[in-house]
């Protein structure tokens, strides 16, 4: 795993993972940005029958000029239930589980659960960096997760969260 400041639609990856709700609307202006550079192919993606439960996660077709086939959705809140640590961390083991399916082996991601009213970034560092060690203690797919985020104090959060993950299995 690795942790790095960029375009989260830009950068390559077999999928892209995007927080949603479970309306697959988005959650942040980061992730806004998906919708307007997958365009109209991948606004169709996200059409619904009914709403997806909390924790859940689904893949779909990317679409525009994302630099992904794929993307996964975590469904990480609803109108009824809130962003909460337990959502994040079932959310992400779902996304992992799903990529596992589909074989993915390299992953992009952008915090989980952030935002005005939501996680603080190092609760969802801590829960995304100690879930997915959790997931590769029983498999090895996907091999390449890059955690995606906006500057480098947030990258730093993430970094001193996996050397705390590091240092908790040694």
């Not at 077999?14 to 919708?35: G, Y």
């Not at 995304?128 to 997931?135: I, N, P, R, W």
């Not at 090895?140 to 959060?157: C, K, M, Q, Y």
């Amino acid at each position: 795993m690795r942790v790095v400041v960029d375009d989260l639609a830009l950068l390559p990856s077999d999928a892209i993972v995007r927080p949603a709700t479970a309306r697959l609307d988005a959650t942040t202006p980061v992730v806004r940005r998906l919708e307007q550079i997958g365009g109209a192919e991948f606004l169709r993606h996200l059409a619904l029958q009914k709403d997806l439960a909390v924790g859940a996660a689904v893949v779909t077709g990317g679409g525009g000029d994302l630099a992904a086939e794929f993307v996964i959705h975590a469904v990480i809140r609803s109108e009824t239930e809130p962003i909460s640590h337990g959502s994040v961390a079932r959310a992400w083991l779902s996304t992992l589980q799903r990529a596992r399916e589909w074989g993915f082996t390299h992953l992009t991601v952008p915090p989980l659960g952030t935002g005005a009213g939501n996680l603080p970034l190092e609760d969802a560092a801590e829960i995304m960096v100690s879930v997915l060690a959790a997931h590769r203690g029983q498999s090895d797919s996907p091999l390449d997760v890059s955690f995606v985020v906006e500057t480098n104090a947030d990258r730093d959060v993430f970094e001193a969260a996996q050397r705390r993950q590091a240092a908790g299995m040694s």
